[in-house]
């Protein structure tokens, strides 16, 4: 194999630590149990909400689509919530682990350059995040039988939950390169993605305006596009 093909492969396909981390991750039982959650809270969600929507029995497809917008709303709101509450715990381990002075130290002595290293602790943990969102897209499609769910939203839905898990996960491997960890680290980066949460959305409340003539609608502020509630409710709610 060439050497600079070699070199660029070892960004990702072929990086050793991103190979590492998924091999060792996907044979612990702890990370298959939140997998299965994930997925059990969104197919629960969906299913009580269709039960509810259409056990009065026949409707009409004005009605179906109506529900299937509104579920897909619901779920897709889950979805990011779990997402930003999931995240931090598959990235605890960059934050405690990787930010051990020998664990570094060992890192420095492989052929790897510090972008590979850092790419390789990225995607290697947040590779279970992303395959958790993929593994929901056929819950997504499904509710597209029902009509009134775009394909655009589901794609929108989608690359909002993942951008949130790629941010969340990019913060985590900063704290670990700049060897801040520990278990209080973690529980200081958890809590902050909870309070950036809520303090971007507690600010978008105070900053919003009414349209004139808009009928009850609002533009948006600056902290839309720094929440993913905020982006999630434009790209639902936006009619």
């Known amino acids: 194999m060439p050497a600079v093909l070699n070199w660029f492969l070892r960004f990702l396909p072929t990086n050793p630590i991103c190979i590492r981390i998924?091999?060792?991750g996907s044979r612990r039982s702890r990370q298959l149990m939140i997998r299965g959650a994930f997925l059990g809270v969104l197919i629960l969600l969906m299913l009580m909400m269709l039960m509810?929507?259409?056990g009065s029995g026949s409707m009409s497809l004005r009605s179906l689509a109506t529900s299937g917008s509104m579920i897909f709303a619901s779920v897709s709101i889950l979805q990011v919530l779990l997402v930003c509450l999931i995240t931090p715990i598959f990235m605890a381990g960059a934050i405690s682990h990787e930010s051990n002075?020998?664990?570094w130290e060992i890192l420095l002595t492989t052929p790897l350059n510090s972008l590979q290293i850092v790419l390789g602790n990225l995607f290697g943990r947040l590779f279970?995040?992303?395959?958790l969102l993929v593994a929901t897209l056929p819950?997504?499609?499904l509710l597209r039988y029902f009509g009134g769910v775009p394909g655009t939203a589901i794609l929108g839905s989608f690359l909002i939950a993942a951008s949130c898990a790629i941010l969340v996960a990019s913060i985590a491997v900063t704290l670990s390169?700049?060897?801040?960890g520990g278990r209080r680290a973690?529980?200081?980066?958890?809590?902050?993605?909870?309070?950036?949460?809520?303090l971007t959305w507690a600010l978008d409340r105070l900053l919003r305006t009414p349209i004139p003539g808009g009928d009850g609608a609002v533009w948006t502020t600056i902290m839309t596009p720094l929440n993913p509630f905020l982006a999630?409710?434009?790209?639902?709610?936006?009619?």
């Open 232 to 239: 999630l409710e434009v790209l639902l709610y936006s009619n």
């Open 52 to 54: 509810l929507n259409f």
């Open 177 to 180: 390169v700049t060897r801040s």
């Open 139 to 141: 819950l997504f499609m």
């Open 128 to 131: 279970f995040v992303l395959a």
């Open 186 to 198: 973690v529980f200081v980066f958890y809590i902050s993605v909870v309070l950036t949460l809520f």
């Open 22 to 24: 998924i091999q060792g």
């Open 101 to 103: 002075p020998r664990t």
